[in-house]
């Protein structure tokens, strides 16, 4: 539509509206300038591995060597590596929903079986302990844990990673931690990686970034899995018979990124703060729309139910109603398993959240 010229507004987009920082840009310009454009290791530069490696003890308190960090062409890619080299055909892999929707379908792509913990949006898409251990079976290989959450924005509170982490133990689960959201957390929320729970819980845990979200560098493809050195050493075998190395001057950028100072991404942050703030008190504003402040990341996930009925039976109707009509896309929330949903990203600028949600409204009170 809008090739076709078209005024739509997308909050569809699950990538920060902001340029790369300058510095990232220059490190890996100058990289091919002086010739950096050949293979390297498989899994990386060792002087990104490292630098992957301090970030991580640093920020997190986690401690990998770098040899067990293996880097990649994005968080993507070292979650698909993760179930490549984790998953024996029918094991079961337990996801929170609302979940982000490649977990399930790598899942599968490695023979495994997702299988379903359901957190419902009252109580903030925390799941319940009792349904994790339920969830538990003996062909569980692994539990898989995203926070902050995309769709939701969910962040899940110390004591629920606690649970996590004494089931994992128990049953002797792995722990597979997507932690590509880490830095945008609002309300004083500070991130709790799951591997920093105790040394036993980290040989247990396979810790998921990227550069993406946190440095705007979706475009590039870069990010990183650090895991116990057995699972490690697989997945970088794994990916040499697959990608070999991410690209030689992207990685360069990426040594860049992890020198910049915490503060370079504060004013991003402060900004997705502001931006979660009015989204939610325009789409709470709706008559019968609800939903929780999200604590993280940059998506609004409001349940729409009480507009589903006759005319309009699901959300995914619903989001094609509001492209024809309002011309606002969304994702259905069905997508990510959470049915009843929309899935709003407020990774697009102030007015354009205005105008959007505005429409939204307008074309809500159509079929109210
Ligand atoms: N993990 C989650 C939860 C995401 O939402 C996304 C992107 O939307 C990714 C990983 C992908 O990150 P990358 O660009 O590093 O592959």
């Not at 606690?162 to 931690?177: D, E, M, T």
């Not at 500070?190 to 247990?204: C, I, N, P, Q, T």
């Not at 992207?250 to 020198?259: D, E, I, P, T």
């Not at 492209?323 to 354009?352: C, M, N, Q």
């Amino acid at each position: 539509m809008q090739a076709e010229g078209i005024d739509v507004v997308s909050f569809g987009a699950g990538e920060p509206d902001f340029n790369t920082p300058e510095p990232i840009c220059v490190a890996a310009i100058d990289a091919i300038n002086s010739g950096f454009t050949k293979y390297t290791p498989s899994a990386g530069i060792p002087e990104l591995r490292k630098a992957v490696s301090e970030k991580l003890e640093r920020e997190d308190g986690l401690k990998y060597t770098p040899e067990q960090v293996i880097v990649s062409c994005g968080a993507k890619h070292s979650v698909f590596n993760t179930m490549q080299v984790l998953i024996d055909p029918g094991d079961e892999v337990i996801l929170i929903a609302p979940y982000w929707m490649t977990y399930a379908d790598q899942i599968r792509l490695a023979g495994g079986v997702p299988v379903i913990v359901r957190a419902s949006s009252e109580s903030g898409f925390i799941p319940e302990y009792d349904h994790l251990r339920e969830a538990i079976s003996e062909k569980t290989k692994a539990i898989l844990v995203n926070s902050p959450s995309n769709p939701s924005g969910a962040v899940l509170p110390r004591e629920t990673m606690k649970h996590i982490a004494a089931l994992a133990l128990r049953f002797g689960l792995w722990i597979i931690a997507d932690e590509i959201y880490e830095h945008l957390l609002y309300d004083g929320e500070k991130h709790l990686s799951v591997g920093s729970l105790g040394a036993e819980v980290l040989d247990r845990t396979i810790t998921i970034n990227g550069f993406s979200k946190t440095y705007s560098m979706t475009g590039w493809r870069l990010g990183y899995a650090a895991a116990p050195l057995p699972i490690a050493k697989a997945m970088s075998n794994f990916q040499d018979q697959v990608t070999s190395n991410p690209t030689s001057f992207v990685q360069k950028g990426g040594v860049a990124a992890l020198k910049l100072p915490p503060t370079s991404i504060e004013a991003m942050r402060a900004e997705f703060e502001a931006r979660r703030d009015l989204i939610h008190g325009l789409l709470t504003a709706i008559p019968g729309v609800k939903m929780q402040k999200p604590k993280g990341a940059f998506y609004a996930l409001p349940d729409i139910s009480a507009y589903l009925g006759k005319d309009i039976k699901s959300d995914a109707e619903l989001a094609t109603y509001l492209l024809d009509e309002a011309k606002v896309a969304t994702v259905p929330g069905s997508v990510f398993e959470g049915s009843g949903h929309i899935r709003l990203s407020y990774a697009i600028s102030r007015a354009d959240i205005e105008k959007g949600v505005a429409r939204i409204a307008e074309a809500l009170k159509r079929i109210a």
